[in-house]
């Protein structure tokens, strides 16, 4: 069952983490496509703003204004393929010249402006003015929904464009010169990716909390194991017992003629008796705890006189030769509960007391009034209960012992059992221990419970 439970929980932790991982990777990898994107895009929006820039420096042939836009291009035909020198004035005079007009297709005349205005650029030389072309970039980059400081910078000495950088080159100059945006876009970036960011973290926190709750019940699962294990341990030890006292019994009769006797019959007899009286009482235990958790057994509500019936309890015990006293601080002695109900819980927390804490144990029984009812506190000198176990001491068939040796017997249903009683008279307990100090249950209860 334990190898079960382990390799559920190792292979639901490795499913988790591979969860996890993934939805780290998705968010990291998210925010590199977005960063690849922003360049990508940014860097278009430069270029663009180049071009628009020239647009405005230069201006265009009149040509191209026209309702069907055209250019003139001049154009010298050699005649043959001979080797010549272009600056001979015998040779120019070989050449056919001619003026020759092309139409331009509207849809191609953007690309044409920006061709010709990149040309007369670089004819021209004219100086780039950094401030102009910011203003130009930055329509440019709000047409994108990029709203984010930049500053431009020329890189005088540098033809190539710096890997992963928002840059493009500009032939306003006799040398080509790159014009690179510095950008910090992490802001921008963490703001896009702030919903897919969260969504991960939302299964990356649900992942981890199920695997925390998971490993918890499974835990729990082991522990109610344990204790189920113990549990058929002790009381197949506390059944051998009373088995083997009747056994006995009945073999003493049978045998050695103990029923001829009636003296030594009738001690046999009530030995029995009380064996079976007792596996009663256990058996009856177990099925009103079960009568009282699913409602079938009500509370018994009557006028009791209280501080009478904790007296009668007392002097049950006090057989035991253990030190009870009883602090009674209410005006009237009786009170609306059940008094079977209030005399077994008790009867527990007292014979719980006794067994723990041996004969020498002091228990101090207080019973006190409240604003909107009354409190029962039964406090002993015992050994106490470690924090560890205190979280668990009310659970069905819980003993702080482990396996079948310890020093008490029973079948770990006592405190089960009160804090059932407790609950169907409407009230609360609490307990308190420490280690060689002693142990305190403080139960609080209605007016009519």
Known sequence: MKKRLVFIFI????????????????????????ERNFKNTATNALVRSIETYQLQQNELPTSLKYKVPTLTFFRRTIPNRDAIALDSSK????????????????????????????????????????????????????KENINIPFKLVILRNQLKIPPGEIAAVVNFYKSPVVVKAEVNSNSLLLAQNVMPALVSLVLILLSAGSLFYMGVVIKRQMQLDGIKNDFINNITHELRTPITILKSSNEAMAQFGAAAD????????KINTAVLDKLESNVDRVLEITGYEQGVKPANLQSVNLCLLITRVIERFNLYDSTIKLQYDIQSDHLVTDAFIIDTILSNLIDNAIKYGGAEVE??????????????????????????HLPYIFDKFYRIQSGDLHDVKGYGLGLSYVKQLVNTLAGTIAVASKLNKGTTFTIQFPLNG
Not at 11 to 34: D, H, M, P, R
Not at 363 to 388: C, E, K
Request: proline share 3%; glycine share 6%; charged share 20%.
């Open 91 to 142: 040779v120019l005079k070989r050449f056919n010249a001619e003026f020759l007009t092309v139409a331009i297709d509207k849809n191609n005349l953007q690309v044409v402006k920006a061709m010709v205005a990149r040309l007369l650029s670089q004819q021209l030389h004219k100086p780039l003015n950094l401030d102009t072309l910011t203003h130009v970039f930055k329509g440019e980059l709000k």
């Open 262 to 269: 009636p003296e030594k019959l009738e001690r046999y007899l």
């Open 11 to 34: 292979a639901a932790a490795s499913t988790a983490f591979g969860i996890i991982l993934f939805q780290v990777y998705w968010v990291y990898n998210s925010y590199k496509t977005g």
């Open 363 to 388: 228990i101090r029984i207080d019973v006190t009034a409240l604003a909107n009812g009354w409190q029962l506190q039964v406090a002993d000198t015992g050994p106490g209960i470690s924090a560890a």
